[in-house]
């Protein structure tokens, strides 16, 4: 193992290649700074090694160094995804590629010179003419027939946090073989004389307003009863977009769907890239949702909605009978959504036999009960939109998409887009509250009905943060050892079922049994499945520095008095599943 001395020495030599003129002024004096200070942590945590291009792309904080977020990891990226796309589309007279970007800091500077490399590489970019939700991105990928795409967006993660989002021909985060192949292109790019840097404008045409129609008419087309949303018109729906791109759309689409009473908080509607009034841009953090509790409190209103910065994932606070605010959980949204968009179509005679529904292998298997109760095919994909978006893909000829999401405040209703969409979710949301009340039902109720019907659970969701490199290390050395020594018991039930998806066994630890799963690939994923229903999922994230537990329990509910009872024991039994896992 190298000593800090050896780190140092190392550092210090890539540090000082970016003090050469093919750097800019303020970058070279961001480095030099960091090589004159006594305390070398920062510049250690720099250039110890290089931000990767991964599967999904790139994420890092921002700053001067070959393990943050500049013009130059970004510029690499982009250069390597360009030779990547004239390698494969070679025979095409032209390529096309759009990029789009969110409100955090630096991201229209970074957006534009993706574009001025692009361009420089002889492609041709449709660039938005400002912010936009992540989701449009993808959607002006596929209307306007282009090859890729980029979106500059970190999603909900911390002001100092910036990213790079890669998309595929269909609109989708991008899978094998290409992800490896990009990857590869991408790390062939050693040294910044290779980046084209100097735009080729006629090759760059701005688009926005015309897309943005286009896009929120054919979110209009997802309802399933716009007579309830004509008869609930005036539902006080607050919305919050958490100082993101969401202002851009959803309040629009809200609209669009007939709902005249929405309701902003003013300070979250400005854009910023420093989120200053909250500590998180996360609608799932309660803390987040805070301001727009206390409006919807001041006002009475029926619905608390919330997208993250770049409009992808959907926050919901639900009002019940006591008039109290509950936030819901990402499995409840998925849950809701599904539940609803399966039954409509049901009343409405529209299933044929062929649809489907997706969700993750970490989200709630009570959206399987839901689904076979109502005869309609599952399908489980690994965490991430781009596996959604690879089951559409497989199944587009062959079968009817309903809706597909994940644990993490994703939902998906629509094939026209490609990643998850907080418009779309956030409308059907709310047509989901006017049918509810249109029914005499309140969203506590409602869920209990759905409980009622395919049996209760209840999810919690725990991130272990660990950051820099030492944080790297632990998290790997968490992952073997429970892969080495797995669970014997959790919340007092024996662990039944261990799943490796590192390498796809599916292990009975009553028989000793291994069967292989059917998946396209591996995932360093472990779940832990016990005799009494409980199901408890391990992950790495892909783009945080944290490990993600993923914790759920069963319950019957023999009617609805006996919901408040149900959830005192979930919390009971997580608690003590918890303390099994020593988190």
Same mark, same amino acid.
């Given at each position: +193992?190298?000593?800090?001395?050896?780190?140092?020495?190392?550092?210090?030599?890539?540090? =000082?290649?970016?003090?050469?003129d093919?750097?800019?002024?303020?970058?070279?004096?961001?480095?030099?700074?960091?090589?004159?200070?006594?305390?070398?942590?920062?510049?250690?945590?720099?250039?110890?090694?290089?931000?990767?291009?991964?599967?999904?792309?790139?994420?890092?904080?921002?700053?001067?160094?070959?393990?943050?977020?500049?013009?130059?990891?970004?510029?690499?990226?982009?250069?390597?995804?360009?030779?990547?796309?004239?390698?494969?589309?070679?025979?095409?007279?032209?390529i096309?590629?759009?990029?789009g970007?969110?409100?955090?800091?630096?991201?229209?500077?970074?957006?534009?010179?993706?574009?001025?490399i692009?361009?420089?590489?002889g492609?041709?970019?449709?660039?938005?003419?400002?912010?936009?939700?992540?989701?449009?991105?993808?959607?002006?990928?596929?209307?306007?027939?282009?090859?890729?795409?980029?979106?500059?967006t970190?999603?909900?993660?911390?002001?100092?946090?910036?990213g790079?989002?890669?998309?595929?021909?269909?609109?989708?985060?991008?899978?094998?073989?290409?992800?490896?192949?990009?990857?590869?292109?991408?790390?062939?790019?050693?040294?910044?004389?290779?980046i084209?840097?100097?735009?080729?404008?006629?090759?760059?045409?701005i688009?926005?307003d015309?897309?943005?129609?286009?896009?929120?008419?054919?979110?209009?087309?997802?309802?399933?009863?716009?007579? /309830?949303?004509?008869?609930?018109?005036?539902?006080?729906?607050?919305?919050?977009?958490?100082?993101?791109?969401?202002?851009?759309?959803?309040?629009?689409?809200?609209?669009?769907?007939?709902?005249?009473?929405?309701?902003?908080?003013?300070?979250?509607?400005?854009?910023?890239?420093?989120?200053?009034?909250?500590?998180?841009?996360?609608?799932?953090?309660?803390?987040?949702?805070? +301001?727009?509790?206390?409006?919807?409190?001041?006002?009475?209103a029926?619905?608390?909605?919330a997208?993250?910065?770049?409009?992808?994932?959907?926050?919901?606070?639900?009002?019940?009978?006591?008039?109290?605010?509950?936030?819901?959980?990402?499995?409840q949204?998925?849950?809701?959504?599904?539940?609803?968009?399966?039954?409509?179509?049901?009343?409405?005679?529209?299933?044929?036999?062929?649809?489907?529904?997706?969700?993750?292998?970490?989200?709630?298997?009570?959206?399987?009960?839901?689904?076979?109760?109502?005869?309609?095919?599952?399908?489980?994909?690994?965490?991430?939109?781009?596996?959604?978006?690879?089951?559409?893909?497989?199944?587009e000829?062959?079968?009817r998409?309903?809706?597909g999401?994940?644990?993490?405040?994703?939902?998906?209703? =629509?094939?026209?887009?490609?990643?998850?969409?907080?418009?779309?979710?956030?409308?059907?949301?709310?047509?989901?509250?006017?049918?509810?009340?249109?029914?005499?039902?309140?969203?506590?109720?409602?869920?209990?009905?759905?409980?009622?019907?395919?049996?209760?659970?209840?999810?919690?969701? /725990?991130? /272990?943060?660990?950051?820099?490199?030492?944080?790297?290390?632990?998290?790997?050395? +968490?992952?073997?050892?429970?892969?080495?020594?797995?669970?014997?018991?959790?919340?007092?039930?024996?662990?039944?079922?261990?799943?490796?998806?590192?390498?796809?066994n =599916?292990?009975?630890?009553?028989?000793?049994?291994v069967?292989? +799963?059917?998946?396209?690939?591996?995932?360093?994923?472990?779940?832990?499945?016990?005799?009494?229903?409980?199901?408890?999922?391990?992950?790495?994230?892909?783009?945080e520095?944290?490990i993600?537990?993923?914790?759920?329990?069963?319950?019957?509910?023999?009617?609805?008095?006996?919901?408040?009872?149900?959830?005192r024991?979930?919390?009971?039994?997580?608690?003590?599943?918890?303390?099994?896992?020593?988190?």
């Amino acid at each position: +193992m190298e000593t800090q001395k050896e780190l140092l020495k190392e550092v210090t030599a890539k540090a =000082e290649k970016w003090l050469s003129d093919s750097y800019d002024a303020e970058t070279r004096d961001a480095v030099r700074a960091m090589l004159d200070a006594e305390d070398k942590t920062d510049l250690i945590e720099s250039f110890y090694k290089d931000l990767e291009f991964g599967t999904g792309g790139l994420r890092g904080i921002m700053g001067a160094g070959t393990n943050r977020m500049n013009i130059y990891t970004v510029g690499a990226a982009t250069q390597g995804l360009a030779n990547y796309l004239k390698e494969v589309f070679k025979d095409l007279p032209e390529i096309s590629v759009v990029v789009g970007h969110d409100v955090r800091n630096n991201s229209r500077k970074f957006a534009e010179i993706v574009a001025d490399i692009f361009s420089a590489n002889g492609i041709h970019v449709y660039l938005f003419d400002g912010f936009r939700p992540t989701p449009e991105v993808s959607y002006a990928i596929r209307r306007l027939g282009c090859q890729s795409g980029v979106n500059i967006t970190a999603s909900h993660n911390p002001k100092e946090y910036n990213g790079y989002k890669a998309y595929w021909s269909d609109g989708a985060q991008i899978i094998s073989p290409h992800d490896v192949n990009i990857i590869d292109h991408v790390n062939r790019i050693k040294d910044v004389s290779e980046i084209r840097f100097t735009p080729d404008k006629s090759k760059i045409t701005i688009i926005g307003d015309d897309i943005d129609a286009q896009f929120l008419a054919d979110i209009k087309g997802l309802t399933l009863d716009p007579d /309830v949303c004509k008869r609930q018109s005036d539902l006080k729906i607050v919305y919050t977009p958490i100082h993101g791109t969401g202002v851009k759309l959803v309040p629009a689409s809200l609209r669009n769907y007939g709902f005249t009473n929405i309701i902003h908080v003013p300070e979250q509607d400005i854009p910023s890239g420093d989120f200053p009034t909250v500590a998180s841009p996360n609608p799932e953090n309660p803390e987040a949702m805070a +301001m727009a509790i206390a409006k919807a409190k001041e006002v009475n209103a029926d619905l608390v909605v919330a997208s993250d910065p770049d409009a992808d994932r959907i926050g919901a606070v639900v009002r019940d009978a006591k008039g109290e605010y509950q936030l819901l959980n990402g499995n409840q949204i998925v849950m809701i959504l599904l539940n609803y968009i399966m039954l409509r179509n049901r009343e409405l005679g529209l299933l044929k036999g062929n649809e489907y529904v997706v969700k993750t292998i970490v989200t709630t298997e009570t959206i399987k009960a839901i689904a076979d109760n109502n005869n309609i095919k599952m399908y489980d994909c690994y965490t991430g939109f781009k596996w959604i978006a690879s089951v559409i893909r497989d199944n587009e000829d062959t079968q009817r998409y309903l809706g597909g999401g994940e644990e993490s405040y994703g939902f998906l209703a =629509e094939t026209f887009c490609r990643d998850k969409d907080s418009v779309s979710a956030i409308s059907l949301m709310a047509e989901i509250c006017a049918w509810a009340k249109d029914r005499g039902l309140d969203f506590n109720q409602m869920l209990q009905e759905i409980y009622l019907k395919n049996g209760y659970s209840h999810e919690e969701g /725990v991130s /272990v943060v660990r950051t820099g490199r030492t944080g790297a290390e632990e998290i790997a050395r +968490m992952m073997v050892e429970f892969r080495q020594n797995p669970p014997k018991q959790l919340g007092g039930s024996p662990v039944v079922i261990v799943k490796d998806y590192a390498d796809l066994n =599916e292990t009975d630890v009553r028989t000793g049994n291994v069967t292989k +799963m059917d998946f396209p690939t591996t995932s360093n994923v472990l779940q832990f499945f016990t005799e009494d229903g409980s199901k408890v999922s391990v992950r790495p994230s892909g783009t945080e520095p944290k490990i993600k537990f993923y914790i759920e329990v069963h319950d019957k509910m023999a009617d609805v008095a006996d919901y408040d009872r149900c959830n005192r024991d979930a919390a009971a039994k997580i608690a003590a599943i918890k303390k099994d896992l020593g988190i």
